[in-house]
């Protein structure tokens, strides 16, 4: 379901709460002889439409619009380390295809033992990773980061990589010796499942890597 159409069903209470209000006031001008009865229906009337546009304007806070995706400037490419074995090469391209189809995630790095064996996706200029603080606290925690709105963190520049208006970063660690960046053109897209099933491929990836 597109944001858009999200954004429409939040302003219905909002739209009704008003029209209700609109037609009790033209109502109430157009009558010659009002009952008690009609007062207090029209009381009751102005009540339920003040919820309405009350219920609305909580939505607003409660269900905030969702990010716009941007169009992420590089190119878009799949290159595999010269020294892999096959075997190696189809675990990455399978799990990388998994990564790239069912989430958000636009670009794939995967740096092992100081080099990197895969960049796929769409991909900045630079074909070096040169970890900085987030990489080496990924290494040392061995915990994943996600960077939920790239911009606004000062350590983004370690990630040049990666297109320059990349949105949002997930740093995922494969063992000890390794590290699985992703990038996506949304921030604040991956949910806590995206999050998880990224954890579980990491982990297959880093079973191939330590056998290989």
Not at 27 to 32: D, E, P
Not at 157 to 165: C, G
Request: charged content about 20%; glycine content about 8%; some cysteine.
């Amino acid at each position: 379901m597109s944001s858009n159409f999200n954004q429409s069903l939040r302003l219905i209470p909002i739209f009704s709460g008003a029209l209700g209000s609109i037609l009790l006031v033209i109502n109430r001008f157009t009558i010659t002889h009002l009952t008690d009865s009609q007062a207090r229906s029209d009381v009751v009337g102005i009540i339920l439409s003040g919820v309405l546009v009350l219920v609305g304007l909580l939505w607003q806070q409660i269900q905030p619009r969702s990010a716009n995706a941007v169009t992420l400037i590089g190119e878009e490419k799949i290159e595999f380390n010269s020294y892999l074995d096959e075997e190696t090469k189809l675990d990455l391209a399978w799990a990388s295809h998994l990564i790239l189809n069912n989430t958000v995630t636009k670009s794939v790095i995967i740096y092992y033992k100081k080099d990197i064996l895969l960049r796929r996706g769409i991909l900045g200029e630079n074909d070096k990773v040169n970890p900085g603080k987030i990489l080496n606290k990924v290494f040392e925690k061995q915990k994943a980061i996600y960077l939920v709105n790239l911009d606004l963190y000062p350590g983004r520049i370690e990630f040049d990589y990666l297109p320059i208006n990349t949105q949002g970063v997930i740093c995922q660690p494969l063992g000890k010796n390794g590290v699985m960046i992703l990038g996506t053109n949304v921030s604040r897209s991956y949910t806590k499942q995206d999050e998880n099933w990224i954890e579980g491929i990491a982990d297959k990836i880093t079973l191939t890597l330590q056998k290989n």
